[in-house]
């Protein structure tokens, strides 16, 4: 069994790199993909973890990419350094940055007191997102939870919500290729789209280099997943999955079994690796 979806306090998870792997450990996981958004600082760290337990380590990350719905990437087997996707990546940093300080001076200006400092201090050295937001709004009783804090103020469309700069869906797919690595639709159905629009996206995206869909997710149903994987045969595409675990962030998502039903069979890695050798 396989997780080809996890973060960590590199992006917006509460476990460290080191922490994801020993949950995989524990969950008796042969590999695991730490994919944090749009960084790939905490691949040293895990692997140096994963080769000592005797898990798989598979380098990658997760991209936000410009759509009418969320639409997210999941980019295997990329490695630090520099290379198309890496570069663009450190820009988009630099961006997220940027829109950070945006969010808490909207914050503030709904009556909500968040610092930079404050941010920091919860996201530690590594990117500082949404979820961080959330969780010192919590704290300091602004909110009931993570969730409601995203509900009433932080998710797209809420008062403090801000846009950031993203890729698009095909220059994702293709930096993801030129960089040597495999980009794989994560999480299709939040894209909100009609089944016949999500098989045209799917499909369009496929002609670009898609490698993959990941039908199995963590917070999907059996049917859900089975419908997921059709579509995914259809398109000639890779059957992928993971937990999307981020720990505190995402309390019913856990690094292997998702909700407690999900089971990533060892062959989807390899599927992956068939196509990366291709």
Same mark, same amino acid.
């Given at each position: 069994?396989?997780?080809?979806?996890?973060?960590?306090?590199?992006?917006?998870?509460?476990?460290?790199?080191?922490?994801?792997?020993? =949950? /995989? +450990?524990?969950?008796?996981?042969?590999? !695991? @993909?730490?994919?944090?958004? #749009?960084?790939? $600082?905490?691949?040293? &760290?895990?692997?140096?973890?994963?080769?000592?337990?005797?898990?798989?380590?598979?380098?990658?990350?997760?991209?936000?990419?410009?759509?009418?719905?969320?639409?997210?990437?999941?980019?295997?087997?990329?490695?630090?350094?520099?290379?198309?996707?890496?570069?663009?990546?450190?820009?988009?940093?630099?961006?997220?940055?940027?829109?950070?300080?945006?969010?808490?001076?909207?914050?503030?200006?709904?009556?909500?007191?968040?610092?930079?400092?404050?941010?920091?201090?919860?996201?530690?050295?590594?990117?500082?997102?949404?979820?961080? =937001? /959330? +969780?010192?709004?919590?704290?300091?009783? !602004? @909110?009931?939870?993570?969730? #409601?804090?995203? $509900?009433?103020?932080? &998710?797209?469309?809420?008062?403090?919500?801000?846009?950031?700069?993203?890729?698009?869906?095909?220059?994702?797919?293709?930096?993801?290729?030129?960089?040597?690595?495999?980009?794989?639709?994560?999480?299709?159905?939040?894209?909100?789209?009609?089944?016949?629009?999500?098989?045209?996206?799917?499909?369009?995206?496929?002609?670009?280099?898609?490698?993959?869909?990941?039908?199995?997710?963590?917070?999907?149903?059996?049917?859900?997943?089975?419908?997921?994987?059709?579509?995914?045969?259809?398109?000639?595409?890779?059957?992928?999955?993971?937990?999307?675990?981020?720990?505190?962030?995402?309390?019913?998502?856990?690094?292997?079994?998702?909700?407690? $039903?999900?089971?990533?069979?060892?062959?989807?890695?390899?599927?992956?690796?068939?196509?990366?050798?291709?």
């Amino acid at each position: 069994m396989v997780d080809l979806h996890t973060h960590s306090t590199v992006s917006d998870g509460s476990d460290t790199p080191e922490e994801v792997v020993d =949950l /995989a +450990a524990k969950a008796g996981l042969s590999a !695991l @993909a730490l994919t944090d958004h #749009d960084r790939l $600082d905490g691949i040293e &760290a895990a692997r140096a973890r994963a080769a000592s337990v005797g898990v798989e380590l598979v380098s990658g990350c997760e991209i936000s990419c410009n759509h009418t719905g969320t639409m997210h990437m999941l980019v295997y087997f990329l490695e630090p350094g520099p290379g198309p996707l890496q570069d663009e990546l450190a820009r988009l940093q630099r961006a997220r940055d940027t829109r950070n300080q945006r969010l808490v001076a909207r914050l503030a200006e709904l009556g909500l007191p968040v610092t930079m400092e404050e941010l920091e201090a919860e996201a530690g050295p590594s990117g500082a997102g949404r979820p961080h =937001l /959330a +969780a010192i709004l919590v704290r300091k009783g !602004l @909110a009931s939870s993570v969730q #409601d804090a995203f $509900d009433r103020w932080l &998710a797209k469309g809420r008062p403090a919500y801000m846009e950031r700069e993203r890729l698009g869906p095909v220059p994702a797919v293709r930096l993801a290729r030129q960089s040597g690595a495999l980009p794989v639709l994560a999480h299709p159905l939040s894209l909100g789209l009609a089944p016949a629009q999500l098989e045209a996206t799917v499909r369009e995206l496929a002609e670009a280099g898609l490698a993959g869909l990941e039908a199995i997710y963590g917070r999907y149903s059996p049917d859900e997943r089975a419908s997921l994987a059709v579509l995914a045969a259809r398109a000639k595409l890779a059957i992928t999955g993971g937990s999307d675990h981020h720990g505190t962030y995402k309390p019913d998502l856990t690094v292997g079994t998702g909700r407690g $039903d999900l089971h990533v069979p060892d062959g989807a890695l390899a599927a992956l690796r068939d196509r990366l050798a291709a």
